[in-house]
Protein backbone atom coordinates (compact mmCIF):
# COMPACT_ATOMS: atom_id res chain seq x y z
CA UNK A 1 0.00 0.00 0.00
CA UNK A 2 1.91 3.09 -1.13
CA UNK A 3 2.04 6.17 1.33
CA UNK A 4 2.89 9.81 0.40
CA UNK A 5 3.14 12.61 3.30
CA UNK A 6 0.36 15.38 1.91
CA UNK A 7 0.29 18.11 4.03
CA UNK A 8 0.57 19.65 8.27
CA UNK A 9 -2.11 21.92 9.26
CA UNK A 10 -1.45 24.86 11.55
CA UNK A 11 -4.33 26.47 13.39
CA UNK A 12 -4.18 30.23 13.22
CA UNK A 13 -5.71 33.15 14.86
CA UNK A 14 -5.47 34.87 11.60
CA UNK A 15 -4.46 32.85 8.24
CA UNK A 16 -3.70 35.53 6.19
CA UNK A 17 -1.22 37.22 8.42
CA UNK A 18 0.53 33.77 8.89
CA UNK A 19 0.57 32.39 5.47
CA UNK A 20 2.35 35.85 4.72
CA UNK A 21 5.03 34.94 7.03
CA UNK A 22 5.77 31.69 5.55
CA UNK A 23 5.30 32.96 2.42
CA UNK A 24 8.13 35.73 3.02
CA UNK A 25 10.31 33.92 5.20
CA UNK A 26 10.88 30.75 4.52
CA UNK A 27 9.38 30.46 0.22
CA UNK A 28 6.52 29.71 0.74
CA UNK A 29 4.49 28.96 -2.49
CA UNK A 30 0.57 29.89 -2.38
CA UNK A 31 -1.76 26.81 -3.80
CA UNK A 32 -5.04 28.41 -4.99
CA UNK A 33 -7.60 28.32 -3.87
CA UNK A 34 -8.76 29.81 -0.54
CA UNK A 35 -10.64 27.45 1.29
CA UNK A 36 -14.38 28.34 2.41
CA UNK A 37 -15.34 25.08 4.01
CA UNK A 38 -18.22 24.49 6.03
CA UNK A 39 -21.37 22.05 6.04
CA UNK A 40 -22.55 18.50 7.30
CA UNK A 41 -19.30 16.88 6.26
CA UNK A 42 -17.27 19.49 8.08
CA UNK A 43 -18.98 18.86 11.39
CA UNK A 44 -18.44 15.50 10.98
CA UNK A 45 -15.20 14.88 9.81
CA UNK A 46 -14.25 17.45 12.48
CA UNK A 47 -16.66 16.49 15.72
CA UNK A 48 -17.87 20.16 15.86
CA UNK A 49 -21.23 21.47 15.74
CA UNK A 50 -21.27 24.50 13.00
CA UNK A 51 -18.10 24.33 12.14
CA UNK A 52 -16.71 26.71 9.41
CA UNK A 53 -12.85 27.49 8.40
CA UNK A 54 -10.86 29.30 6.02
CA UNK A 55 -7.79 29.47 4.72
CA UNK A 56 -5.43 28.07 2.19
CA UNK A 57 -2.65 25.69 1.46
CA UNK A 58 1.50 26.63 0.78
CA UNK A 59 3.84 24.62 -1.32
CA UNK A 60 6.85 24.09 1.02
CA UNK A 61 10.34 24.87 -0.30
CA UNK A 62 12.26 22.35 -2.34
CA UNK A 63 9.63 19.62 -3.28
CA UNK A 64 8.55 20.67 -6.76
CA UNK A 65 4.71 21.20 -7.19
CA UNK A 66 3.69 17.81 -6.44
CA UNK A 67 5.19 18.20 -3.04
CA UNK A 68 3.77 18.32 0.59
CA UNK A 69 2.15 21.98 1.78
CA UNK A 70 1.15 23.00 4.97
CA UNK A 71 -2.23 24.25 5.06
CA UNK A 72 -2.82 27.80 7.44
CA UNK A 73 -6.81 27.90 8.48
CA UNK A 74 -8.72 29.66 10.78
CA UNK A 75 -11.98 28.41 12.52
CA UNK A 76 -14.59 30.65 12.69
CA UNK A 77 -15.01 30.14 16.38
CA UNK A 78 -11.65 28.81 18.30
CA UNK A 79 -10.53 28.50 21.57
CA UNK A 80 -7.05 29.91 23.32
CA UNK A 81 -4.38 26.91 22.47
CA UNK A 82 -2.31 25.89 25.26
CA UNK A 83 1.66 27.31 25.42
CA UNK A 84 3.54 24.81 23.32
CA UNK A 85 7.48 24.16 24.70
CA UNK A 86 10.02 21.73 22.90
CA UNK A 87 9.22 19.42 25.78
CA UNK A 88 5.12 19.80 25.49
CA UNK A 89 4.12 16.14 24.28
CA UNK A 90 2.00 15.89 20.73
CA UNK A 91 3.44 18.07 17.62
CA UNK A 92 6.59 20.17 18.82
CA UNK A 93 8.13 21.69 16.04
CA UNK A 94 8.00 22.08 11.97
CA UNK A 95 11.61 21.63 10.29
CA UNK A 96 13.62 23.08 7.73
CA UNK A 97 16.70 22.71 6.19
CA UNK A 98 18.01 26.42 5.43
CA UNK A 99 21.56 27.32 4.11
CA UNK A 100 21.96 30.41 6.56
CA UNK A 101 20.69 29.70 9.92
CA UNK A 102 21.68 32.81 11.38
CA UNK A 103 19.96 34.74 8.80
CA UNK A 104 16.50 32.94 8.20
CA UNK A 105 16.33 33.45 12.33
CA UNK A 106 17.23 37.22 11.52
CA UNK A 107 14.05 36.96 8.96
CA UNK A 108 11.77 35.43 11.71
CA UNK A 109 13.18 37.98 14.27
CA UNK A 110 12.59 40.98 11.94
CA UNK A 111 9.04 39.95 10.66
CA UNK A 112 7.44 39.06 14.37
CA UNK A 113 8.71 35.38 15.41
CA UNK A 114 10.70 34.74 18.47
CA UNK A 115 13.36 32.76 19.70
CA UNK A 116 13.15 29.61 21.98
CA UNK A 117 17.08 28.88 22.60
CA UNK A 118 19.97 29.62 21.12
CA UNK A 119 21.82 28.91 18.19
CA UNK A 120 23.68 25.74 18.13
CA UNK A 121 26.75 24.18 16.63
CA UNK A 122 27.04 20.31 17.12
CA UNK A 123 29.49 17.84 15.41
CA UNK A 124 27.46 14.14 15.60
CA UNK A 125 30.17 11.23 14.73
CA UNK A 126 29.82 9.90 11.65
CA UNK A 127 26.56 11.95 10.43
CA UNK A 128 28.40 15.43 10.23
CA UNK A 129 27.88 19.16 11.36
CA UNK A 130 24.11 20.08 12.52
CA UNK A 131 23.65 24.12 13.11
CA UNK A 132 20.26 24.82 14.61
CA UNK A 133 17.96 26.94 16.05
CA UNK A 134 13.97 26.21 17.54
CA UNK A 135 12.12 29.64 16.71
CA UNK A 136 8.69 30.80 17.07
CA UNK A 137 6.52 32.32 14.07
CA UNK A 138 4.20 35.09 15.03
CA UNK A 139 1.23 33.24 16.23
CA UNK A 140 3.81 31.07 18.44
CA UNK A 141 4.11 27.87 16.53
CA UNK A 142 7.58 26.64 17.12
CA UNK A 143 9.91 26.43 14.02
CA UNK A 144 13.32 24.29 13.82
CA UNK A 145 15.90 25.86 11.38
CA UNK A 146 18.89 23.38 10.56
CA UNK A 147 21.90 23.11 8.51
CA UNK A 148 23.37 19.73 8.31
CA UNK A 149 27.32 19.82 6.68
CA UNK A 150 28.74 16.43 5.86
CA UNK A 151 31.47 15.08 7.74
CA UNK A 152 35.03 15.38 7.16
Do not use: K
Request: hydrophobic share 45%; net charge negative; proline share 8%.
Amino acid sequence: MPVRYAHTNIIARNWRSLAAFYETVLGCVPVPPERDLSGAWLDALTGLAGSRLRGMHLRLPGHGESGPTLEIFSYDDMPAGPAMAPNTPGLAHLAFAVDDVAAVTQAFLSHGGSLVGETIVRDIPGVGRLSCVYVRDPEGNMVELQRWDAAA
